[in-house]
C-alpha cells in the first residue's frame, strides 16, 4: 500500500490511501479476530464497524499521518514511514463514556496496557488514575440503582468508576487510606455487596476477582439491614478456598477418623474440635457451643480415642484447624451456591386416581 501511495504524484496521495486504507484495515481486523481474542471481545462489545474505523485510525498514526474526524478526510503530513518504537502503543480519541468502559474493561480484565497508555486512557475517561483502588461489587442491583450507588460513591470518596462483569455490576473506587472503609459502610448499608482489599491500581483486577468470590459465598436473600461484606474480614477464609480441590483433600486426609461415625456424631465432634483449637481449652469452647464443659470433655475423650496422642502435635493441631474450617466453608459454599430448578413432572404420567377404599385411608389420616 506504501509503494502505491508514494508512487503516485502528492496530490493523488488521499485518493489512493482512501481507496486501499479500508481492504488494508479489513484484513487486520481479521487477522485479529482470529489471532486474538482480547479485541475480539472488545469487537463483539463496540461492534466490527467501529473496530475497524479503530484499525484505520491506528495505521493513519503508524504512518505518520493526521488522523481523521468521523465522516472527514485523512492528509499526509510527510512522505515517510516512520520506524516503529518498540514497546509503543496508540490509543485512539473515543467518546468519555465509551473510554470509561474501555478503562473499566482493561483494569477488570487485566489487559496489561503499558503504563503510557493507561493513562491517556484514563485521561480520556476523565478518571484520574488513583494510586490504590477497591472494587465494590453489588448484588441484584438495577442499572438505575447501580448507576445511584456510583454517584453516591463517586461523592463520597472522590471517583468511581462503573462496569459489569458477567451478571455483576461492579465499582472501582479509590483507597486513599483508612477512613475508607468507614465511607463505603456508609454508601453501602442495607445493600449486599461485598468489597475487596486494598490494591495497587494495576491489579484492581485482584480486588474484583475476590470481591466477587466473596459475595458468591453469602447467603442469598439478606435482610434488608444487611451490611456489606469485605474481603479484609475473611482473608483467612478466601485463602483457604483459593483451591476447592486442594481444601477437599486437607479434609479428606485429616479427618479421616470421623468417617466411621453418623453424620450427627461427626458434625457434633467436629463442631466441638474446632472450638477446642479455636479457644484453647475445654471451658473456652464450652462457652463458644453454649454447652456445659463436661460434655466437651467427654465429646474431646472421643476424639483423642480416633485421633491418638498425635492429637498433641502442634502441626497435625494446625492441620486439622485448617481440614475443619475448610469443610466448614466448603459447606457453606455448596448451600449459597442456586439449587439448579428440576422440572416439573407431568401430572397424568405419575398420578393415577385412587380408588374408593383408598381414597377413604387417605381421608382417615
Given amino acids: 500500500m506504501l509503494n502505491r501511495i508514494w508512487s503516485r504524484p502528492r496530490g493523488e496521495w488521499t485518493r489512493v490511501l482512501r481507496k486501499e486504507l479500508p481492504a488494508v484495515a479489513a484484513r487486520v481486523v481479521e487477522e485479529l479476530l482470529r ?7 472488545v469487537t463483539e462489545r463496540v461492534g466490527q464497524d467501529m473496530a ?3 484499525v484505520e485510525q491506528a495505521l493513519l498514526l503508524a504512518l505518520g499521518l493526521r488522523g481523521r474526524p468521523p465522516g472527514g478526510d485523512c492528509t499526509p503530513t510527510a512522505p515517510k514511514v516512520p520506524r516503529p518504537r518498540s514497546g509503543s502503543r496508540v490509543v485512539t480519541t473515543m467518546p468519555g463514556a465509551r473510554a470509561r468502559q474501555a478503562l473499566f474493561a482493561a483494569l477488570a480484565e487485566d489487559r496489561c496496557l503499558p503504563e503510557r497508555a493507561l493513562g491517556e486512557l484514563a485521561r480520556q475517561a476523565g478518571w484520574p488514575l488513583p494510586g490504590r483502588v477497591r472494587a465494590v461489587v453489588l448484588a441484584g442491583t438495577s442499572a438505575a440503582e447501580a448507576a445511584q450507588v456510583g454517584l453516591q460513591l463517586a461523592a463520597a470518596l472522590g471517583q468511581g468508576l462503573l462496569g459489569t462483569l458477567d451478571t455483576d455490576v461492579c465499582v472501582l473506587v479509590p483507597d486513599p487510606g483508612p477512613e475508607t472503609r468507614a465511607a463505603l459502610a456508609a454508601v453501602l448499608g442495607g445493600r449486599t455487596a461485598a468489597v475487596g482489599h486494598a490494591v495497587p491500581v494495576a491489579d484492581a483486577v485482584s480486588s474484583l476477582r475476590w470481591a466477587r468470590r466473596l459475595l458468591s459465598l453469602t447467603p442469598p436473600g439478606a435482610a434488608p439491614a444487611h451490611r456489606p461484606v469485605f474481603v479484609d474480614d475473611h482473608l483467612s477464609d478466601l485463602l483457604l478456598l483459593q483451591d476447592e480441590s486442594l481444601a477437599r483433600a486437607l479434609s479428606a486426609r485429616w479427618l479421616r477418623p470421623l468417617e466411621g461415625l453418623t453424620p450427627r456424631q461427626s458434625e457434633r465432634l467436629e463442631v466441638t474440635l474446632l472450638a477446642w483449637l479455636e479457644s484453647g481449652g475445654a471451658p473456652e469452647a464450652a462457652r463458644t457451643l453454649q454447652v456445659h464443659p463436661q460434655t466437651v470433655r467427654y465429646r474431646l475423650r472421643q476424639i483423642e480415642k480416633l485421633f491418638g496422642p498425635a492429637l498433641r502435635e502442634p502441626r497435625m493441631r494446625f492441620e486439622l484447624e485448617l481440614a475443619l474450617r475448610s469443610r466448614r466453608l466448603l459447606d457453606r ?22 380408588g374408593l377404599a383408598r381414597e377413604a385411608r387417605v381421608n382417615g389420616l
Avoid: I, K, Y
Fill in 333 to 354: 459454599s455448596r448451600r449459597a451456591r442456586p439449587r439448579p430448578q428440576s422440572r416439573p413432572r407431568p401430572v397424568g404420567a405419575t398420578v393415577r386416581p385412587l
Fill in 35 to 41: 489471532d486474538t481474542p482480547v479485541f475480539a471481545e
Fill in 52 to 54: 475497524q474505523d479503530a
